[in-house]
C-alpha cells in the first residue's frame, strides 16, 4: 500500500501495464466470499418467498429485513439466517458454485492476458508450470512451493505460505481452518480457468490444515490433453 | 521504560481491545491510593467488570480532554498525552476515528510513533485485512485475534 508513484523503467516488455494497490485486491478478495454468501441467501430468500407465498412472508419485507441484516452479517457467513432458507450443505454448494464460476472466467482471462507472448505449450506439464511460477506469480505475488505429480493426470500444488491465508487469524478456538476453506473456492476456480484457457480440462480441489499453507490438487481429464 | 496497558476504542466509542502487561515484579511499593483508572500492580487481580470500567473511565477521560483541548487550541490542536504521579497516559486519533490508548510508567517520552506503528503494522494488517474479521468489532469481534496478539505482545515487550 503506497502512495508512492512509481518510478520509470517499470516495466519496459509491457507498455500496456497499469499499476493497482495490491490492497485492493486483498480486500476484493476478502469481500468475495460474503458476499457470494448474502447473494445466494437473498436468491435463496426470494425464490422462496416467490415459490410458495402461503407462509405470508412479503417478498419485499424479506428483502428489506435483509437489507437490514446486511450489515451486522457483513463478514460472518450467516449461517443463522440460512437455516431458515437452505440447509448447511446446500449453501455450501451454492456458494461454491458461484465462485467458482466467477474464478474461472478469472482465470481464463488471466492466461489470455499473460500467455500472449509465449510459445505454444508442449506437454501439460508444461501448462502446470507456467500455472504454477507465471500465474500464480500474478495473482499471489509470489511461486508454489512444491509440485508434485503421479504422471497419471493429477497434480498436487503447494503453497505454504499462500497469499489469501498470510493475514488470516482468528481467536483461539475459532476455528480458523474451518472459516479458510470458502476462500479457496475462488482460487480453485481460476486455476480451473486457466487451465481450461490453455486447453487442459481438470477438475480442481484445495484444501488447508494449517494456516496460511494450501494445498491444490488438479485431476486433469484423460484425452484432453 | 514500563508499559502497563492499551486500550483501543472504535468510532462507536466502544472499547473492542484493551489489554495489560504485567510490570516488572522489582518496585510494586509506590503504588498505594490512586485515580480511577490505575496502573498494573491492581489492574492486573481487577476483575472483568472493573476492567471494563477502566476502559469506561479512560475514554471518558481523553474524549473529554480532545475536546477541551480542541475549544483551546483550535480544531487543529491535538491531545497528545497527559500525566499523572504514577502514569502517563498516550493518546493518539486515526484519521478513520479509530483511538489508541497507552499507559506507561512517568518517565516515558512521547509514544505517538509507537501507537502509529501499532495502528499501521498491526492494526491494519492483522485486522481490517484479516479476511475473517468483521468490519465492525462489535464487541470486540475479530480483534483478539492470534496474530494480531502475538505481534502486539511482541511489539510491546520488544519497547520495554
Avoid at chain 1, 516495466?11 to 458476499?35: G, H, K, Q, Y
Avoid at chain 1, 425464490?47 to 407462509?55: F, G, H, M, N, V
Avoid at chain 1, 497469499?163 to 476453506?181: D, I, N, Y
Avoid at chain 2, 492483522?126 to 469481534?141: D, F, M, Q, R, T
Wanted: charged fraction near 20%; charge should be neutral.
Amino acid at each position: 500500500m503506497s502512495f508512492e508513484s512509481v518510478m520509470p523503467p517499470y516495466n519496459s516488455t509491457d507498455p500496456t501495464a497499469r499499476f493497482l494497490s495490491s490492497s485492493s485486491l486483498d480486500f476484493l478478495l476478502i469481500e468475495m466470499v460474503p458476499m457470494a454468501y448474502r447473494v445466494t441467501n437473498q436468491l435463496a430468500s426470494s425464490s422462496s418467498a416467490t415459490s410458495s407465498p402461503s407462509t405470508g412472508s412479503d417478498p419485499t419485507i424479506q428483502s428489506q429485513i435483509q437489507e437490514g441484516k446486511k450489515e451486522e452479517q457483513e463478514r460472518e457467513p450467516p449461517a443463522a439466517s440460512a437455516a431458515v432458507v437452505l440447509d448447511e450443505e446446500e449453501l455450501r454448494e451454492s456458494v461454491f458454485f458461484r465462485l467458482e464460476s466467477i474464478g474461472y472466467r478469472v482465470g481464463q482471462g488471466l492466461v489470455e492476458r499473460f500467455s500472449r507472448d509465449r510459445t505454444r505449450f508442449g506437454d501439460t506439464l508444461d501448462v502446470i508450470k507456467f500455472l504454477c511460477k507465471d500465474l500464480w506469480t500474478l495473482v499471489f505475488r509470489k511461486q508454489v512451493d512444491n509440485l508434485k505429480t503421479n504422471h497419471r493426470g493429477v497434480y498436487v500444488l503447494t503453497d505454504n505460505q499462500f497469499r489469501p491465508f498470510s493475514r488470516m487469524s482468528t481467536e483461539p478456538g475459532g476455528q480458523a481452518v474451518l472459516r479458510a476453506q470458502p476462500f479457496l473456492w475462488l482460487p480453485c476456480g481460476i486455476v480451473r480457468g486457466a487451465l481450461a484457457a490453455m486447453g487442459i480440462q481438470a477438475t480442481v480441489q484445495a484444501e488447508t490444515t494449517e494456516l496460511p499453507g494450501a494445498v491444490f490438487q488438479i485431476k486433469t481429464i484423460a484425452g484432453k490433453n | 521504560m514500563a508499559i502497563y496497558s492499551f486500550y483501543i476504542f472504535d468510532r462507536h466509542t466502544e472499547c473492542i481491545y484493551s489489554r495489560t502487561w504485567l510490570p516488572p515484579p522489582a518496585p510494586p511499593s509506590q503504588s498505594s491510593a490512586d485515580g480511577p483508572h490505575i496502573p498494573p500492580p491492581q489492574s492486573q487481580t481487577l476483575s472483568a467488570k472493573s476492567s471494563s470500567d477502566n476502559a469506561k473511565l479512560i475514554f471518558g477521560t481523553v474524549f473529554s480532554l480532545r475536546n477541551m483541548v480542541r475549544k483551546l487550541g483550535g480544531d487543529d490542536d491535538a491531545f497528545i498525552s497527559f500525566r499523572t504521579a504514577q502514569y502517563k497516559l498516550h493518546y493518539y486519533e486515526t484519521a478513520s476515528n479509530l483511538r489508541l490508548v497507552m499507559l506507561t510508567d512517568t518517565s516515558t517520552l512521547s509514544m505517538r510513533n509507537v501507537l502509529h506503528q501499532i495502528y499501521i503494522n498491526l492494526w491494519v494488517e492483522y485486522v481490517v485485512k484479516n479476511p475473517l474479521s468483521p468490519v465492525e468489532h462489535k464487541g470486540g469481534e475479530g480483534v483478539r485475534n492470534e496474530m494480531f496478539e502475538m505481534g502486539l505482545d511482541q511489539f510491546v515487550r520488544g519497547l520495554m
